[in-house]
Nanobody
Framework: QVQLVESGGGLVQTGDSLRLSCAASGGTFNTRAVGWFRQAPGKEREFVAAIRWRGGTPYYADSVKGRFVASRDNAKNAVYLQMNSLKPEDTAVYYC??????????????????WGQGTQVTVSS
């Protein structure tokens, strides 16, 4: 059974940086992508970024492009989200998720078969 565990959330100020980690276990990932989503209170869960386990160019939502960087460390079975120049509107619970095999629709929640429990990121103004 695939398991994903996020860590690294916290309370920061506007302009600060934070790095989220997603530890993956319990399955094979080389045909999957790992995505990051976030959900703010009263809003739908939205796509943030995604990266294929095998590598390649990450994908980003327009709202975080140029500020967030997704990366992976296959040896550690981990995916990271480096978040820079944080804004109050980045405040949300952040989730990592793994797609089914050979999925390419990275921005769609329906493409993701496994989800972590989420980690809270709060950016104060």
């Amino acid at each position: 059974q695939v398991q994903l565990v996020e860590s690294g959330g916290g309370l920061v100020q506007t302009g600060d940086s934070l790095r989220l980690s997603c530890a993956a276990s319990g399955g094979t990932f080389n045909t999957r992508a790992v995505g990051w989503f976030r959900q703010a209170p009263g809003k739908e869960r939205e796509f943030v970024a995604a990266i294929r386990w095998r590598g390649g160019t990450p994908y980003y939502a327009d709202s975080v492009k140029g500020r967030f960087v997704a990366s992976r460390d296959n040896a550690k079975n981990a995916v990271y989200l480096q978040m820079n120049s944080l804004k109050p509107e980045d405040t949300a619970v952040y989730y990592c998720a793994a797609t089914g095999p050979y999925t390419s629709d990275f921005e769609s929640r329906g493409a993701y078969a496994y989800w972590g429990q989420g980690t809270q990121v709060t950016v104060s103004s």
